[in-house]
């Protein structure tokens, strides 16, 4: 039991560090998206119609504002997550509450790539919204992965809950990258 205790509490560290790659980047695109001088907005007259940049900036705009909405929440069940395997490590909670309090924060996960996959980016993101949805996949599998360990005291599942976590981080900080070269 030991073993798995530590296991769950070594994947915890890379989730809490995701939560704030994730809230950093969802706020990094919405600062691109409105301090690029490109975005700046026409107002259409009754001569002059709408310009397709401006249309272009308030898509990227809503989207930005979306997915910073849904990282939001995302991270808010990822840090429920990191307390709930904190207490379990710690052996503040038993087994049975770790896992009922990870299967709510994995239903909160699911509904935020929901939400995401259903997102249609602009153009110049689309590489970007890839990359979240293939990291929010790995986060959502690495947390099947650690109830599964928690639940069967299966070591194995929890090492590949920790390397999935390691592989969303690397997904979003390259999408992270995606946004400053869209710059």
């Known amino acids: 039991m ?18 704030i790659i ?10 691109i998206t409105n301090n690029n001088p490109s975005t700046t907005q026409s107002v259409a007259t009754d001569t002059q119609p709408q310009t397709n940049g401006t249309s272009s900036a308030k898509a ?6 979306k997915v910073d909405s849904i990282s939001k929440n995302a991270n808010n069940a990822l840090n429920d997550s990191y307390t709930v395997l904190e207490k379990y490590a710690n052996g503040a909670i038993d087994q049975d509450d770790a ?14 790539l929901t939400e995401i996959q259903s997102l249609t980016p602009p153009q110049n993101l689309q590489n970007f ?15 099947t992965l650690e109830i599964n360990g928690l639940q069967n005291n299966n070591a194995d599942d929890l090492q590949s809950a920790a390397d999935l976590t390691d592989s969303a981080i690397s997904k979003f900080k390259q999408a992270k990258q995606e946004t400053n070269q869209t710059v």
């Open 2 to 19: 030991n073993k798995i205790r530590k296991l769950s509490r070594n994947g915890k560290i890379a989730v809490a560090s995701l939560c």
């Open 22 to 31: 994730v809230l950093v980047m969802a706020i990094g695109i919405y600062g």
């Open 60 to 65: 990227t705009s809503d989207y930005t504002t």
């Open 99 to 112: 896992v009922s309090k990870l299967q709510k924060d994995k239903a909160s996960l699911n509904n935020a």
């Open 129 to 143: 919204h890839n990359l979240l949805i293939s990291g929010f996949q790995d986060l959502n599998q690495a947390l």
